[in-house]
């Protein structure tokens, strides 16, 4: 069966840089949300808390569920609100805010430009008030940006729109509430961090989105995806591959069928575009639901190392591959 690989070493190799870059460990927030990228929810959170993490961000209850006692606090950015210990409540509209049961921990989300979700600038005051009158426990105020990874000047105006939301926090009366904006990317961008926490996804797994034109912190990839061999044959020149006959056998060749296929969450991509494994593989005709073919005679192979070069040849991104990979394919700590 296909399985993945998570290097430990280089997980805890990336949280250490990301510590040394904001000066603090106890300012990591690592984000599980989905699969943890796909690298395994409960896999990443326990390995997360024994490098020393305390805080985590999932996308909802049911997430929270299984990783929040190995952190202090547990933030759950969009769900259904159950009151969790440990756990807070993101506030992403002021309807939110009439509907969260009273002494709910909550964080309050702010749009400074990202119009995603969160409750406009205009609407603090009221967001506030709102707060009080239901009862609310607020623990945290935090925007998200939307182009930290980008050569722009929109960066700057999103942070000084949030200076803007944290002077009105200040003159509300509330008070030990943390403040947040840095995504992996910002974190990675900005050379002082005086947010109370970061919230950390990409960037833990291994990958610095940033233009080169960035100071670089390098990052090593933590999943790995491999594939085992189903079956072989010896083909001979003329002889065709797989659904649509797409691959003619240019030559007498060995081939070998591997268990791995879109099914799995491995991207179909274009047959005409063959992707190629690290090793120098060609895939060979189109991806099946569970199988590929590649002329090769290795027992299992190497798919996938490196999310973002694997990635280029589907012309998308890094997230898109590994969120992709299927829950249920082991996952292994080396």
């Known amino acids: 069966m296909a399985f993945i690989t998570i290097n430990r070493e280089n997980f805890f190799y990336n949280l250490n840089q990301i510590a040394l870059k904001i000066g603090s460990l106890d300012k ?5 949300k989905d699969n943890a990228y796909g690298h395994g929810l409960e896999v990443m959170a326990k390995l997360a808390s024994e490098f020393g993490v305390k805080h985590a961000v999932v996308h909802n209850y049911r997430e929270a569920q299984k990783i929040n006692l190995l952190f202090t606090t547990t933030l759950i950015l ?4 159950i009151p969790i210990k440990r756990c807070h409540y993101a506030i992403n509209s002021l309807e939110d805010i009439k509907e969260i049961p009273k002494y709910t921990k909550v964080e309050l989300k702010v749009d400074t430009g990202m119009h995603r979700n969160g409750i406009m600038i205009n609407e603090i005051d ?4 709102l707060i009080r009158v239901n009862n609310l426990n607020l623990v945290g105020v935090m925007t998200h940006h939307r182009s930290a990874d980008e050569l722009s000047s929109e960066f700057f105006w999103q942070e000084k729109q949030f200076e803007m939301v944290k002077k009105s926090l200040k003159l509300s009366g509330f008070k030990d509430i943390r403040v947040h ?10 050379n002082y961090i005086d947010d109370d926490i970061v919230r950390v996804g990409i960037s833990a797994y291994g990958y610095n989105e940033l233009p080169k034109s960035f100071n670089s912190i390098k990052l090593k ?3 790995e995806l491999y594939a085992k061999k189903v079956s072989s044959r010896n083909l001979k020149v003329g002889q065709r591959v797989g659904y649509g006959a797409d691959f003619i056998a240019p030559k007498d060749m060995f081939v070998s069928t591997y268990d791995i296929g879109y099914g799995d969450g491995w991207s179909r991509g274009d047959s005409t575009k063959p992707y190629i494994t690290p090793k120098g593989f060609k895939i060979i005709g189109r991806v099946s639901m569970d199988l590929i073919s590649l ?9 996938m190392s490196d999310a973002k070069e694997s990635a280029k040849a589907f012309n998308t991104i890094s997230y898109d591959i590994i969120t992709s990979l299927s829950s249920q394919i082991p996952r292994y700590i080396i």
């Open 78 to 81: 969009g769900s259904e609100v």
């Open 126 to 129: 009221e967001a506030l008030n």
């Open 221 to 223: 990839p933590v999943l």
């Open 181 to 190: 904006s840095c995504n992996s990317s910002a974190t990675l961008r900005k």
């Open 28 to 32: 990591i927030a690592i984000v599980l």
């Open 295 to 303: 002329e090769s005679s290795e027992d299992e192979v190497c798919i």
